[in-house]
Every structure is written in structure tokens, then in C-alpha cells.
């Protein structure tokens, strides 16, 4: 069973990915922007185009012919890929996913309009006049997103009325594509926020991992954990909530499903329809499978019958400092003698200031303490310094 995997998106997610289909024995062609991107360093094959353009992605698919398209980005011609299914090749998890999750409309309101989930209450706007309107309605404070973007670009909170136009600025100045078009969301004074690792299979068994936290700090997450302490009917509620978004999209593997808990319940606030970054902390073993080899086990057909909790872990990110043509670390000698521990360095041929560079992985058995192990992680990532 040597099949051709095309993905599109060569980051550190990307290369966890190509590292579990080639201990299976898989064919993978890594495809980015630009060159020696860190899943490519793995891979068999790469290509360095521009995903945004349908015409290269067209070539791409035609020199290729794989057996499936795994989107690891959002910043894709996602239209394309409904095309590519009919032809017959497997979008992972499937060309529907691919192409909601990629605007934040399409997929907002099929979860909140057409399955009816609780949602921070929303609207939309195209200009900043409109906006000024949007949020008399959802009311201060809210949080405006461009429709397409991720890791917060274009994102910030208006506080008072004074913020609307420079949110509308902001916004136009972090958007990818060629949409203008914001979403205002009402602030969620939510008491945490987690990540709902969510597997789809061909089988139709739907399997949860259990729920990870995390903190975000500029648009990108600092540290998680698994398992993030919570009332079990929430717990119920959001695996509810995660059966019904995926069943709606179609396909199998893995998602990341975004929920905040409030002192009034569960909200659905978003969801990836591949691995997340917030699940990296299942590269501490935590899980019988991490993220990464529950997708290509999905994405292979090759049946899960249970995941299972193994060890409680964290993870936190190490960010590079400055800009380098040629960045290195200083620190790595303390994480390499830290105990219950790991790290990743992604190999990522260039640095600028907050770029994620690799990860810290802490861990400690199932009945340790889940603070000290966050803590653990946060301490030893502080200790590494790229130059
Ligand atoms: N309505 C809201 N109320 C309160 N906080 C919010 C709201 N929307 C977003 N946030 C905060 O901002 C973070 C990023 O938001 P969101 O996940 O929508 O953006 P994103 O750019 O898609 O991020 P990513 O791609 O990194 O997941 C959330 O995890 C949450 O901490
Ligand atoms: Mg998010």
C-alpha cells in the first residue's frame, strides 16, 4: 500500500505529517511557497509554487497524480479541489473542508445558521461604515477578524467606539485573498478556551482526543496541555458540537476543533480540518497515537478503534528573537538534560522576530500534576535563545 500523498504546506505540522507516513512507508511530495520549508527536508519530493494559484496547482496535481491531497495551509485556491475529487483523487478530508474552513463566513455560519451552534454572536461588514454598524449591533467589546486569515493577522479587539476605524485599518492590512470583508464577533469573556482534537474516519467512528488548553498571546498559541481540566457536560457538549461541524464537512482525519467555555456554556468558535498546532503536545507521547499519525491512519482508511490518554503533557513554544538568514539556538544543552522532557527544532532556514521555531514537550505520568508540567514546559522554552 505505497501511496502518493501531495501536501499542500511544508511547516512544522507539515513535518510531523511526512515523518509518520514514512515510518508507514508512504510517498509524500511537499509542496510551500518557499524552498527547504520544513516538511520538504523529510519529504520524497517538493515543489515550491504559489497555492493561491489555480493554474500552478492545476500543473501540480497533473504532474503529480496523487492519491491524496493533504491541505496542511489554509492559504490554498481551495475551489480548485473539488475538481481534483471529481477526478477522482482524495482531498483530505475533503475538498468541502478545505474550501469553508478557508473563510471564516462559510464556515461561521454553517455552524451557527445552518446547525444552529451557540456562537459568539456575530456579523459582517465591508467597509468601515458598515462596520461602525456591526458593532452597534453585536456591542462593546468585540473582536474583528479579516474573513481570510489566520494566526490573528488582522485581528484585534475594539474597545471603545475611537477603535473602529483603525480596527477596520488593521483588518484590510492582515487580510490574505481577495476578499475585504471582516467578521465582528462579541467578546467572549470566556473562563478558558480549548482544542477539541477531533478524528473522522471512513468507518464513520468518530473518536475525540481528550480536550487540550491553551494560551494565545499575538494571534499564536504559547502554551498547551493535555488534558485541560473541565465539567464533564461540557465536555459532552463540545464533543456534540465536534461530531456535528465534521459530519457537516465531510471526510476523514483528524480536525482541531476551537471552543470557549463560559459560565454560560460551550461556544463553537472555529475548527482546522487537519492537525493543530495546540495539539503538538501530543508529541510528548500523551495519546497511544499523536495528531499527526491519527491523520495519516485517517487518511490511509487504516481503522482506529480507541485513543487513549497515556500521559499528561504540555507544550511551549520556542520564538525566535530576531531576524537571521542562518538562525541557530543557544540553550539546547538544558533542554537535552531536562527530565520528562523533549523538544523539536523545525529547521527553518530563516528567522524573524516571534517566528515559531521549535517546540518543548513536557510530561509526567497520569496522575501528575498537569500545572507543574505547563510550567515545566514554559521555564525550559524561556531558557532557549535563537541568535
Ligand atoms: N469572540 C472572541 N472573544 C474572545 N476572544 C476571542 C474571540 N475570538 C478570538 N478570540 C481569541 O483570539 C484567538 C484567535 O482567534 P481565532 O482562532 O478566531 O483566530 P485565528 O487567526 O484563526 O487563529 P489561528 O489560526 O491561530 O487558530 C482565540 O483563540 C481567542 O483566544
Ligand atoms: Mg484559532
Not at 491541505?71 to 473542508?97: C, F, M, N
Not at 479579516?146 to 492582515?174: C, F, H, N, V
Not at 504559547?222 to 464533564?232: D, I, K, L, N, V
Not at 482546522?272 to 487518511?299: C, K, W
Amino acid at each position: 500500500m505505497n501511496k502518493k500523498i501531495v501536501l499542500l504546506g511544508s511547516g512544522e505540522l507539515g513535518k510531523e505529517f511526512v515523518i509518520a507516513a514514512q515510518r508507514l512507508g508512504q510517498t509524500v511530495i511537499a509542496v510551500d511557497s518557499y524552498d527547504n520549508a520544513p516538511a520538504m527536508q523529510v519529504a520524497d519530493g517538493r515543489e515550491v509554487i504559489n497555492m493561491l494559484d489555480g493554474k500552478a496547482l492545476d500543473a501540480l496535481v497533473a504532474k503529480h497524480s496523487p492519491d491524496y491531497i493533504v491541505p496542511e495551509i489554509e492559504a490554498i485556491r481551495t475551489e480548485r479541489l473539488y475538481d481534483y475529487e471529481k477526478q477522482g483523487i482524495t482531498v483530505i478530508p475533503s475538498a468541502k473542508a478545505a474550501n469553508f474552513t478557508m473563510n471564516r463566513k462559510s464556515i461561521r455560519d454553517l455552524a451557527a445558521k445552518d446547525l444552529g451552534l451557540k456562537t459568539a454572536n456575530y456579523r459582517y461588514a465591508t467597509s468601515a461604515q458598515e462596520l461602525q454598524k456591526a458593532v452597534k449591533e453585536v456591542g462593546i467589546p468585540c473582536v474583528v477578524k479579516p474573513l481570510m486569515s489566520s494566526s490573528g493577522k488582522g485581528q484585534s479587539t475594539i474597545k471603545t467606539p475611537d477603535d473602529i476605524q483603525r480596527a477596520w485599518d488593521y483588518s484590510q492590512e492582515g487580510s490574505r485573498g481577495d476578499v475585504a470583508e471582516v467578521i465582528v464577533e462579541a467578546f467572549v469573556n470566556f473562563n478558558y478556551e480549548i482544542t477539541l482534537l477531533t478524528l473522522t474516519q471512513h468507518d464513520g467512528n468518530t473518536l475525540f482526543c481528550p480536550p487540550i488548553g491553551h494560551r494565545q498571546e499575538r494571534g499564536d498559541y504559547q502554551e498547551s496541555w493535555q488534558p485541560a481540566a473541565m465539567q464533564e457536560d461540557h465536555l459532552k457538549t463540545a464533543q456534540d458540537m465536534a461530531a456535528q461541524v465534521t459530519a457537516a464537512l465531510g471526510g476523514a482525519g483528524i480536525w482541531g476543533v476551537e471552543f470557549f467555555i463560559g459560565n454560560d456554556g460551550v461556544y463553537f468558535s472555529e475548527l482546522s480540518p487537519r492537525p493543530h498546532d495546540t495539539g503538538m503536545v501530543t508529541l510528548a507521547n500523551t495519546q497511544n497515537y499523536n495528531e499527526f499519525e491519527l491523520h495519516l491512519r485517517a487518511v490511509l482508511g487504516l481503522p482506529i478503534k480507541e485513543i487513549t490518554q497515556e500521559r499528561i503533557g504540555a507544550s511551549a513554544v520556542i520564538l525566535a528573537t530576531a531576524h537571521s538568514e542562518n538562525p541557530g539556538f543557544t540553550g539546547i544543552n538544558t533542554l537535552a538534560t531536562a527530565p520528562k522532557s523533549d523538544f523539536r527544532l523545525f529547521g527553518k532556514p530563516t528567522s524573524r522576530p516571534y517566528r515559531r521555531m521549535g517546540v518543548v514537550v513536557t510530561y509526567d505520568d497520569l496522575n501528575g500534576d498537569i500545572t507543574e508540567v505547563v510550567s515545566r514546559a514554559k521555564e525550559l522554552a524561556a531558557k532557549v535563545k535563537t541568535t
